[in-house]
T-cell receptor, first 110, second 114 residues
Framework: EDKVVQSPLSLVVHEGDTVTLNCSYE??????LLWYKQEKKAPTFLFML????IEKKSGRLSSILDKKELFSILNITATQTGDSAIYLC??????????FGQGTRLTINP | NAGVTQTPKFRILKIGQSMTLQCAQD?????MYWYRQDPGMGLKLIYY???????DKGEVPNGYNVSRSTTEDFPLRLELAAPSQTSVYFC?????????????FGPGTRLTVT
């Protein structure tokens, strides 16, 4: 059975800390891995990763994929309260479908 | 562009009632999807469509039906609502082709069945 597992499920840190969110996957067909941020409503797109070892970066957020070990990490440096959200990892299997992990709920305390 | 829109935002149904969740997109995307998100969980695919007239089941299709008569609209029908269908429902779309492409999500419909 295809599955995507995220860890930790919940994380509480202080503003200014650096966090690393993990996503591991076992799927029959891999095309890409996507990270989304979900605040109160719809998930919003952060990154799409298709190749191992190439870091994607956007401001304080970065992500990298390891296709040999079947995992990805999402790093957030110098966290701010606005980073509080659920972070979702999903794998595109190529059959036009995404398989989502359970999400990591990140809380940044001032 | 409005992107992906969903109506209603909230709805309370009694057990056994039926309703249709509406979804529309104005990005001329061929692919559209319906997901549900239960508390503390990720998104699970209910149904998807790769174009007008073509639909297929996802991971959790039981209790739901869809149709796709136009590129823009992809309504989700709940027949005989059950408490297990209490969830937040998201519609999404993406452009056609072999990709990979990101999916764009609507704001969601929060449904409670009591």
């Amino acid at each position: 059975e295809d599955k995507v597992v995220q860890s930790p499920l919940s994380l509480v840190v202080h503003e200014g800390d650096t966090v690393t969110l993990n996503c591991s996957y076992e799927v029959t067909n891999f095309r890409s891995l996507l990270w989304y941020k979900q605040e109160k409503k719809a998930p919003t797109f952060l990154f799409m990763l298709t190749s191992s070892g190439i870091e994607k970066k956007s401001g304080r957020l970065s992500s990298i994929l390891d296709k040999k070990e079947l995992f990805s990490i999402l790093n957030i440096t110098a966290t701010q309260t606005g980073d509080s959200a659920i972070y979702l990892c999903a794998v595109d299997q190529g059959a036009q479908k995404l398989v989502f992990g359970q999400g990591t709920r990140l809380t940044i305390n001032p | 562009n409005a992107g992906v829109t969903q109506t209603p935002k909230f709805r309370i149904l009694k057990i056994g009632q039926s309703m249709t969740l509406q979804c529309a997109q104005d990005m001329n995307h061929n692919y559209m999807y319906w997901y549900r998100q239960d508390p503390g969980m990720g998104l699970k695919l209910i149904y998807y469509s790769v174009g007008a007239g073509i639909t297929d089941k996802g991971e959790v299709p039981n209790g739901y039906n869809v149709s796709r008569s136009t590129t823009e609209d992809f309504p989700l029908r709940l027949e005989l609502a059950a408490p297990s269908q209490t969830s937040v429902y998201f519609c999404a779309s993406r452009q056609g082709g072999t990709g990979p492409y990101e999916q764009y999500f609507g704001p969601g419909t929060r449904l409670t069945v009591t």
